[in-house]
């Protein structure tokens, strides 16, 4: 079996087996879901639609925080000293981090798709076409938001660090992204972060098919907060998906340089664990 089909099996079967886990994730974001849909909607009553605007904004925010948070997997091989066993193996560290980037952007794209359909059942109006291109970007993005969250555990090499980087980072970006509040009201003097942040255009490209906008034009968008007047330099919903891609190629790129540096020879295996995270038998 190829060496990152093996991790992505692997990383799937263990979520899926985690139940706790998987029913956290869901309730969190249907909570999400919920109260940002129903709470919110009079803050956007400039926009025609403002239902849909701010479910596809919960639905891409979703997908970004579970890709980021399931990267504490590799955390936890590297703690149970599964990661030195899988080492012996004659496997490129490079596809050690493909494996684990992949199996979060499937993770993320499948919750995300389940928090899509909870929100065509709450208002959000969609073909199957729609769906479909929805699905990709989500898997593209999550790729990206998974390879910054290895990069993120391979810089903090343990659970509570990653816990407290990632938050740092997390919290900021979601709420200077567009998804909860949009980009228009902002202040302006935030708006620098706006504009270097890659979920504001993850969220632009998303919510651009999400409410079928190819019919508005650029001043429209612009208006809406799916494209950006960058000092006379528009940048449209589809230049924000390929700037997502090449963030994500980047940080790819940075996570498997970190990781080839990596020494797991001197990390300390957590007491009364064996490889995979088992409990290892007295």
């Known amino acids: ?3 990152i089909t093996a991790i992505v099996q692997r990383n799937l079967l263990n979520y899926v087996r985690s139940k706790g886990r998987l029913f956290g994730s869901l309730f969190m974001s249907m909570f999400m879901l919920a109260m940002f849909s ?25 997908v970004f925080q579970v890709s980021v948070n399931n990267s504490s997997d590799i955390l936890s091989d590297i703690s149970s000293g599964y990661m030195k066993e899988v080492l012996v193996a004659p496997i490129a560290r490079t596809q050690i981090s493909m494996g684990h980037i992949l199996s979060g952007a499937f993770i993320a794209t499948i919750q995300g798709v389940v928090t899509m359909i909870c929100g065509i ?5 969609v073909s199957v076409l729609q769906i479909l291109l929805l699905a990709a970007v989500m898997l593209v993005s999550a790729m990206a938001f998974s390879a ?4 993120l555990a391979t810089v903090s090499r343990n659970s509570p660090a990653f816990q407290t980087l990632s938050s740092m980072i997390m919290m900021p970006l979601t709420f200077v992204s567009g998804a909860y509040i949009p980009t228009t009201i902002i202040p302006g003097f935030l708006l620098p972060v706006v504009y270097l942040n890659p979920l504001t255009y993850t969220t632009s490209i998303f919510r651009y098919i999400a409410l079928g906008a190819h019919t508005l034009t650029t001043e429209e968008l612009i208006k809406q907060g799916m494209a950006f007047d960058f000092g006379g330099f528009v940048i449209t919903p589809l230049m924000g998906l390929g700037i997502t891609i090449l963030i994500g190629v980047f940080f790819f790129m940075l996570c498997v340089r970190k990781f080839n540096r990596a020494d797991f020879s001197t990390i300390k295996v957590a007491a009364g664990m064996r490889g995979g995270g088992a409990p290892a038998k007295r």
């Open 1 to 3: 079996m190829n060496p």
């Open 38 to 62: 129903f709470l919110m909607k009079s803050s956007m009553s400039g926009f025609d639609a403002p239902m849909p605007y701010l479910i596809s904004g919960v639905i891409i925010m979703s």
């Open 121 to 125: 059942v709450i208002g959000l109006r």
């Open 148 to 151: 910054i969250g290895l990069f």
